[in-house]
């Protein structure tokens, strides 16, 4: 099977459904009786690692499915007993979930836009030739390679500490009062953190998109009067549209995952308590199992829809710069 | 393509030989994985213990001195899995829960002791202690001892332990003409944080980070001063009674006039952090703070008083925490962990620091006889009688004004109240940031309680 076959929706009253089917599949090669049984070889080579793919995939989701309708607090060793919908009630009437789920979007959402406008600028810099431009590029790459933790603890007490940090001092410098960012902007200081993080990788996608774009079009619009700007607005970033949402999506599933910034600094504090962090807390600070596993069951149901939607997306991007080209 | 350009033919037997290696395989990686997880032993013959412990100095330091216990003791060897401190809840709790049986001694913290010995997790070290006489339990501090014990059976014993008091920098007293009394009351302490509060320095230093270990552990002890209580003797919510209304009105409105910035990002290390560089003129917190404060490099060392917890309706209002030494029902080595958890609570061990790594380094808060001790006495000189005077004087039976239907001090021994703790704590952060009134936050905190309360009826 190929690409194109998977998402191609057969519409259900196709007019000549025969005729446009015959158009994409060549029909079926005759085989001789050893090319099918080395197929047959080739199929049974694949069984072990379906098992595996199934055991590791599956069956935690499976076991999870199964905790999700159980009454099972891990200190309360007595109590443990099936307890039908009642974890699901608890996940859509305590009001923690859909607070959470807002907090997830707000976070993610303005982190992504922020990330991919500081990364463009960053690319457009970068897309030209001068001197010490390798070392440069390097050093603007080094956020994203931070590990998360790390990049949270430096946040916490370097840059935005109320008495010491780097921030408050330069907001000083300016005659700022000092800003107690944890206390009084929660969510502002994780997506500034994240932003940071995630800028470097947004760049590297756009930078790549930047590099592909062939400088005989940017010549010849500039031959043909077109100024800088109108020549980065009509030409390059309608080029660089598949290569933004690229950055968008694949940032968005990283991003839906945040959790070192918010332990480390804001402990879910004033709209920062995504759904991770929410998940982590009914499990290891609750120690409610069966409640987390619902917790966790809804969460991968949003993910896949939110998932097959976006994926859907992408593949429409492809296809039709495909179909273009 | 060469894959059908094979000729070799297979029979349906080989064909099924494959795909049975190809699961056996699968099979044994996966025992494989299985296998690492158990590690119970023999009890005859050499006997290795597995020792989950909390990764601070003084357990550092049972590590560095366990070859002596090894030296006596030939035929048993100590594994010790230090881990941070909440990993340590989540990685014991899950063993003991779970019946894994990893350990054979765990270290508990004595909100969790009581919980764990009414699930029957943990063995009864009472009667090995009792039959024990060079052991002397009766040497243990009472009130620890009296946190360590559900109707009667001992299920701890405690390593080192502490209270909370009131640090002051002296200098900055002297400096604005103002004393500090033995016994302060909070309104007084109050008026001191916000005479003393300037620009770059803050009156008083108060955990405000969320969680009921950080916010709580203080908050919950000037409830209990100012009248307040979590639950009543019926096990009903309390939280938006007007005493804990006050208490928490009290609390939050002095971190934000007199207290430090940030209070959300604020917790023991922070405060440790601005108090020991000087930033502070107060700190309420944990007896163990004086070791680190008094240690060469802090800038305050030697210029730091200590006096009680401030009160206000009650006596005392010190906290009471401890690490204590356990062993969990699945452990199959629970003579010899027995062994090696009376040979790390006891004097003889408390001497062993003092001499070899140093009397400043000796477990605090287990025993009486530390107190009683000339050499430990003056190497803590600035903060040992006063933690001795504050860790007998507090009742964890009953800390507050009214009696209450557990023992422990700065939290409620439920398996809910870490949750319950913790959410409060959270929507307290809004009260510090201004989103939020007191009022409210403690109306949802009163629902949340009384579920939990609910649970114990």
């Known amino acids: 099977m190929t690409a194109p076959d998977l998402i191609v929706a057969e519409p259900a009253h196709d007019p000549a459904p025969a005729a446009s089917r015959a158009l994409r599949r060549p029909p079926k090669p005759e085989l001789s009786g050893g090319q099918i049984k080395a197929l047959r070889l080739a199929r049974t080579l694949v069984w072990p690692a379906i098992v595996v793919a199934v055991l590791v995939t599956q069956i935690p989701f499976l076991v999870t499915i199964y905790y999700s309708f159980q009454n099972w607090n891990l200190m309360r060793p007595g109590s443990r007993g099936f307890a039908g919908f009642d974890n699901y009630v608890t996940v859509f009437t305590g009001g923690a979930f859909m607070q959470s789920l807002s907090a997830t979007v707000f976070i993610t959402g303005s982190s992504i836009v922020l990330s991919v406008l500081f990364g463009l600028g960053l690319a457009l810099l970068l897309n030209r030739k001068f001197f010490g431009q390798g070392l440069a590029r390097t050093l603007v790459i080094t956020p994203f390679l931070m590990m998360p933790a790390a990049a949270a603890l430096i946040f916490k007490w370097s840059m935005l500490d109320a008495n010491v940090g780097m921030v408050n001092w330069g907001l000083s410098a300016l005659g700022v009062d000092p800003v107690q960012w944890n206390t009084d902007f929660p969510a502002l200081t994780v997506i500034m953190v994240l932003t940071w993080q995630y800028t470097p990788f947004m760049m590297l996608i756009l930078l790549a998109g930047l590099q592909s774009q062939s400088k005989e079009t940017l010549e010849a619009a500039s031959v043909d009067g077109a100024g800088p700007i109108r020549s980065f607005l009509h030409m390059t970033l309608p080029h660089l549209r598949q290569y933004i949402e690229l950055a968008v999506l694949l940032g968005g599933i990283m991003l839906l995952q945040v959790f070192d910034p918010i332990a480390i600094m804001t402990r879910g504090t004033g709209g920062t308590k995504t759904l991770s962090y929410l998940l982590y807390e009914r499990a290891f600070v609750g120690l409610e199992i069966g409640e987390a596993a619902a917790y966790g069951v809804i969460t991968v149901l949003l993910t896949i829809i939110v998932a097959s939607v976006a994926l859907r997306l992408l593949f429409k991007i492809f296809s039709s710069e495909g179909a273009k080209s | ?457």
């Open chain 2, 1 to 457: 393509m060469k894959r059908f350009e094979m000729k070799k033919s297979y029979s349906m037997k080989k064909r099924l030989a494959l795909s049975a290696i190809a699961f056996s395989s699968v099979g044994v990686l996966l025992a494989g994985c299985s296998g690492a997880g158990g590690g119970a032993q023999q009890a005859d013959g050499p006997v290795t213990l597995t020792l989950a412990t909390v990764n601070n100095p003084q357990m550092k330091d049972m590590e560095e001195l366990k070859g002596a216990f090894e030296d006596s003791h030939p035929d048993i060897t100590v594994n010790f899995v230090a881990m941070e401190e909440n990993d340590l809840r989540d990685a014991v709790t899950k063993d003991v829960a779970t019946q894994g049986g990893q350990y054979d001694i765990v270290t508990v913290g004595s909100y969790e002791v009581p919980i764990w010995g009414q699930n029957d997790w943990l063995v009864d070290l009472g009667p090995l202690a009792e039959a024990d006489t060079a052991y002397n339990v009766d040497d243990l501090l009472p009130p620890v001892r009296e946190a360590l014990t559900v109707d009667d059976s001992l299920y701890a014993v405690p390593f080192y332990g502490e209270s909370s008091f009131l640090m002051y920098n002296k200098d900055m007293f002297a400096a604005a003409g103002l004393e500090m009394p033995t016994n302060p009351t909070w309104d007084e302490v109050a008026g001191f944080a916000r005479t003393l509060k300037t620009d770059d320095v803050a009156g008083i230093c108060l955990r405000g980070k969320p969680g009921w270990g950080e916010l709580f552990a203080p908050l919950t002890t000037v409830v209990q001063t100012f009248g307040g209580t979590w639950f009543d003797e019926d096990w009903n919510a309390q939280v938006n009674s007007p005493e804990f209304t006050e208490a928490v009105q009290f609390y939050t409105d002095l971190v934000k006039d007199a207290g430090e910035a940030d209070p959300v990002s604020t917790g023991f290390t922070e405060c440790l952090n601005l108090f020991s560089q000087g930033n502070a003129a107060m700190w309420y917190d944990a007896t163990s703070a004086a070791g680190p404060i008094e240690a060469d490099g802090s800038a305050v060392a030697g210029k730091i008083g200590y006096v009680h917890a401030p009160v206000k309706e009650t006596e005392e209002s010190g906290w009471l925490w401890a690490w204590n030494l356990a062993i969990p029902n699945t452990s199959t080595n629970q003579d010899a962990a027995w062994e090696f958890v009376s040979w790390a609570t006891s004097t003889e061990y408390i001497d062993l620091v003092g001499t070899t790594l140093g009397w400043e380094r000796v477990p605090p808060g287990s025993r009486t006889s530390t107190y009683e001790n000339a050499d430990y006495l003056a190497a803590a000189s600035a903060f040992a009688p006063i933690t001795k005077d504050i860790m007998l004087g507090v009742n964890p039976t009953q800390p507050g004004v009214n009696p209450q239907p557990w023992v422990g001090i700065q939290y409620v021994t439920v398996p809910e109240f870490q949750d319950l703790g913790n959410q409060v704590s959270q929507d307290i952060a809004d009260v510090f940031a201004g989103r939020d009134t007191v009022g409210n936050v403690l109306d949802k905190g009163q629902e949340l309680a009384q579920q939990a309360g609910d649970a114990q009826k």
